[in-house]
């Protein structure tokens, strides 16, 4: 093989291609390999194609019922196998230099969930790891995480980049709030009664005046209402301020409120209506978690960042 295509080749080939291709024979399939590597099917295949491809051989034969593997694929899989092992020797080897990790670990956060982690979570990480410092940038853009500019991000909603690994944390309602004397001023009995409302709008690049709810009764029951008001603000947080001010209804995930409502600072208003859920993502690199500062951060979002959602 000519050199400079061998460079090009192996520079873009990773790791993750060849612990895929391990997995899916070991596993016997695409659907128990994602199970067990904790990524969706779609980034099994597309992962196994292109090593495929940068090979120049078929690896493995799919079909609707069963797998097999080529006898291409069966004479490189033990070489597979083998760099595999040499790739966790050369990481346990690094480990043993530095138990510690240690380092800066970026997190890409939107603004109102992010001031929760960095109030709550970030202290938990430098407190187990003193020689990791966090790093984040506030926006409610998706950051493109295949910029090293950050390690790890946390999104809401569907995560369509097959090259990222996504582990759900879990799910996220929005809620509708007020101020206690608003409400006396303006009882909600209601859906409907919104409408006469002072209602106040999270604006972003698609806003919409439409408030659309369903029902926590039966799961099924919707009610989709236009609804009005004097103030529209990117910051879920601010309307929480404005309504703790009784200037208002806002609709606001329940996160950001739940003590409030449990302090009576703010009022719960039709609390058999909510929003549909919307499902929270830590995303990250494929390969990221074997990079010792960046997992020990993983591993500590995978266990401290659920408490903060539900």
Known sequence: MDFKLMVRKLRTMTFMELIIFQEVVRCGGITAASIKLDIAKSAVSTQLSRLESRLGVKLLERSSRRMTMTVEGQQLLPKVESLIAE???????????????????????????????????????????????????????????????????????????ENLVAHKLGEIRRVLVAGKKYIQQHPVFVPEDLKKLNCMIFSSSN???????????????????????????????????????????????????????????????????????????????????????????????????PSLIC
């Open 87 to 161: 790739g966790e020797l050369l990481l346990q080897y690094a480990e043993t230099k530095s138990k510690e990790p240690s380092g800066q670990v970026r997190i890409a956060l939107t603004l109102d969930f992010g001031q929760l982690v960095v109030a709550n979570f970030f202290p938990q990480v430098t407190k187990l790891y003193p020689k990791i410092t966090l790093g984040c940038k506030f926006s409610y853009q998706f950051e493109d995480m295949q910029d090293t500019a950050f390690d790890l991000g946390v999104r809401i909603g569907k995560v369509n980049d």
């Open 207 to 305: 806003t919409s005046r439409t408030w659309s709810l369903i029902s926590c009764e039966d799961g099924v029951t919707e009610a989709s209402l236009d609804v009005s008001g004097d103030v529209a603000v990117q910051s879920f947080s601010t309307l929480v301020e404005l309504c703790m001010s009784n200037q208002g209804v806002a609709y606001v995930p329940y996160f950001l409120v739940k003590e409030h409502i449990a302090s009576g600072k703010l009022k719960h208003i039709l609390p058999l209506w909510q929003s549909k859920t919307s499902n929270v993502y830590l995303v990250y690199r494929f390969g990221a978690d074997k990079i010792h500062r960046i997992k020990a951060v993983i591993d500590c979002a995978k266990k401290y960042l």
